[in-house]
């Protein structure tokens, strides 16, 4: 079997349709729905359609970070050198990939009870992209710290999205897969800590390349703490995940940057 896949060797069926993440982020008309605070909110006209991108975005996720945390089992041969890790690493991935596979299945359910089909919406492949680095402690963080992360915030505000629509399958669905991303992701702190903890160099190399993917996912005004943010910041599960509060703040001084990036570009594009 081939080790360290590239992006252009994830397989997918012809329900599947992809797209560049620039598009997403640099799409004018997105950007302006963020600006005017839609796309999320419940008493909105166009929620329920954007709920349903979002839950299959979810969906695609999922199978993205099933198939991530499997191929850094397989990839990375087991010892204490930088290109490789620890066995008990891969026991962890072996764990999340239990639970990611639980959360493809629970997605696929709950995209049908909110009426969305497999393929409905297009797939950007950033998450996989991200697992394929060959260094394992920028794997880590770029999957489980920044976009597990950004799952933490996108489970919490659907979440909420199902409690003020009194939708309880919703609701209770992504409670339950909130519990695992904040597992998730301090797995991915914790491993960060102690795979750099001798070589402050590499772990800042790895921390930039976590801000650059946090950066991406903000996707111009999606994550942020304004009422304009459809998707908000959860500082609380942050913290239980392993993050600093040096570390929230940073990242929602990326979140403002991100959104003010994209809202210049959309000007220019008009």
């Not at 659907?158 to 409670?175: H, I, K, S, T």
């Not at 996912?217 to 959860?234: I, M, Q, T």
């Amino acid at each position: 079997m081939k080790r360290m896949l590239t992006v252009d060797d994830l397989a997918r069926d012809e329900r599947f349709q992809r797209i560049r993440i620039e598009e997403v982020v640099f799409d004018p008309r997105r950007s302006s729905r963020l600006r005017q605070g839609s796309a999320f909110k419940p008493t909105d006209p166009d929620s329920p359609d954007a709920a349903r991108g979002l839950m299959h975005a979810i969906f695609v996720g999922e199978i993205q970070a099933l198939e991530g945390a499997g191929r850094t089992c397989y990839d990375f041969d087991t010892g204490t050198g930088r290109e490789e890790v620890p066995f008990q690493l891969k026991l962890d991935m072996a764990r999340q990939c239990w639970d990611e596979s639980r959360h493809v299945e629970i997605s696929v359910k709950l995209s049908e009870h909110m009426g969305t089909e497999i393929g409905e919406f297009s797939e950007q492949t950033m998450l996989f992209e991200a697992a394929c680095n060959a260094d394992p402690v920028l794997r880590l963080t770029g999957v489980n710290r920044a976009l597990e992360g950004l799952a933490i915030d996108v489970f919490n505000s659907m979440r909420d999205f199902g409690a003020a629509n009194q939708d309880p399958v919703l609701y209770f669905c992504e409670d339950w897969m909130l519990a695992d991303e904040v597992t998730h992701v301090k797995m991915g702190s914790d491993w960060l800590r102690r795979l750099t903890e001798k070589d402050k160099e590499r772990q800042q190399a790895a921390l930039d390349f976590q801000r650059t993917v946090d950066k991406l996912f903000s996707f111009g005004g999606f994550r942020g703490e304004s009422d304009d943010n459809p998707v908000h910041l959860a500082r609380k599960f942050r913290r239980l995940a392993g993050f600093t509060e040096e570390e929230i703040t940073e990242l929602v001084d990326v979140a403002a940057e991100a959104q003010a990036e994209a809202e210049a570009m959309s000007a220019m594009q008009q």
